[in-house]
């Protein structure tokens, strides 16, 4: 058995985990061996920690995952466990929850293999620990499966595990991975650098540059890529960006894609610049490199080629039209003389 256990901090809003009254919001998922991140998220009177769990299980074994719940009230509070599995919601990072009791996630279900909890009582001030067993049946194939354990009270209308309470509960995520022959397959579907969410591959003004990211997860495993984004101008680095370097690691689920945006600094007024970057990911490193040219032209100067180009033509018909003019007085005088 194993058990993955931290301790509390106060939830932050930058967390990976939004609590449930805001709906379960996540960057999700960061995948190592059996360990839990340490934040905490607060609803209702209750707060609930770890906010996100990673533990492996091998087929055919159990495991179980920890989850603390505070109660910060001056009254007991009579508590339910609810097991819900979820998928990705968009491609921003946060997971939608599946609330019936009776269905399952279409994939990667983790509900499956979690055994229901029976309610539970927390006195004022104090803290319950909860433990959840995941029993992974031999026949499970290796791969990422996911799901959340919430918490909401009893007292609210509707039955157990019917998602009724949904807007008064706190949930903590759980990332199960069962080791074995997995596909591991994210691609880079975008690298595009925008202004004000245009792409383009010129720009009149440094302004607002961003680089928009897109990776789809085709594998059956939650992927982390990290790495380092960069500026450059012929052969100086302007500007380096640490991609994905908190900890826990944002991830990309299977079967979903994800979005980042990563603004772009020290791009000068004018020239040629190049945006590049090296991804890696996977258990075994695999790495994307990938890079993209981009110019910063200010209208001005392209005014000036343009007025440049009309000056040039203008220049270039009045000779053409100086020269016919000449080798006509050239041919007329010719004529008089003989």
């Given at each position: 058995m194993k058990t993955v256990r931290l301790r509390s901090t106060i939830f932050a809003a930058a967390s990976l985990f939004v609590f449930l009254p805001i709906a379960i919001s996540a960057s999700v998922l960061a995948a190592t061996p059996a360990k839990s991140q340490p934040a905490s998220a607060m609803a209702n009177g209750?707060?609930?920690?770890?906010?996100?769990?990673?533990?492996?299980?091998?087929?055919?074994?159990?495991?179980?995952?920890?989850?603390?719940?505070?109660?910060?009230?001056?009254?007991?509070?009579?508590?339910?466990?609810?097991?819900?599995?979820?998928?990705?919601?968009?491609?921003?990072?946060?997971?939608?929850?599946?609330?019936?009791?009776?269905?399952?996630?279409?994939?990667?279900?983790?509900?499956?293999?979690?055994?229901?909890?029976?309610?539970?009582?927390?006195?004022?001030?104090?803290?319950?620990?909860?433990?959840?067993?995941?029993?992974?049946?031999?026949?499970?194939?290796?791969?990422?499966?996911?799901?959340?354990?919430?918490?909401?009270?009893?007292?609210?209308?509707?039955?157990?595990?019917?998602?009724?309470?949904?807007?008064?509960?706190?949930?903590?995520?759980?990332?199960?991975?069962?080791?074995?022959?997995?596909?591991?397959?994210?691609?880079?579907?975008?690298?595009?650098?925008q202004q004000n969410g245009g792409t383009a591959t010129n720009f009149r003004t440094p302004s607002n540059l961003a680089l928009l990211l897109r990776f789809q997860d085709k594998g059956n495993?939650?992927?982390?890529?990290?790495?380092?984004?960069?500026?450059?101008?012929?052969?100086?680095?302007?500007?380096?960006?640490?991609?994905?370097?908190?900890?826990?690691?944002?991830?990309?689920?299977?079967?979903?894609?994800?979005?980042?945006?990563i603004p772009l600094k020290n791009i000068g007024k004018f020239g040629k610049y190049t945006v590049g970057a090296t991804f890696t990911y996977g258990t075994k490193g695999q790495s994307i490199d990938i890079t993209k040219t981009v110019w910063i032209i200010p209208m001005v100067i392209i005014m000036s080629i343009a007025g440049g180009v009309v000056i040039l033509i203008a220049i270039g018909v009045g000779l053409y039209m100086f020269l016919k003019s000449y080798k006509r007085k050239i041919l007329r005088s010719s004529r008089r003389r003989y």
């Open positions: 209750m707060r609930i920690s770890p906010l996100r769990s990673d533990i492996t299980i091998a087929a055919g074994s159990s495991g179980k995952v920890d989850v603390s719940v505070t109660n910060v009230t001056k009254s007991t509070v009579s508590l339910r466990p609810i097991e819900n599995d979820f998928v990705a919601s968009g491609e921003a990072g946060e997971p939608a929850l599946i609330l019936d009791s009776n269905s399952y996630a279409p994939s990667h279900s983790l509900k499956r293999f979690m055994v229901p909890l029976s309610p539970f009582t927390v006195a004022p001030g104090q803290t319950q620990t909860v433990s959840v067993n995941i029993i992974v049946p031999k026949t499970a194939q290796a791969g990422g499966y996911f799901g959340a354990l919430r918490f909401a009270p009893t007292s609210l209308n509707g039955p157990a595990g019917s998602g009724a309470a949904v807007g008064e509960s706190v949930g903590s995520l759980i990332l199960l991975t069962i080791p074995g022959p997995t596909v591991e397959q994210l691609t880079l579907t975008n690298f595009d650098v495993l939650q992927e982390a890529p990290f790495g380092q984004i960069y500026v450059q101008k012929g052969n100086k680095v302007l500007y380096t960006y640490n991609f994905n370097g908190n900890s826990p690691k944002d991830e990309v689920l299977p079967d979903s894609a994800r979005r980042w945006i």
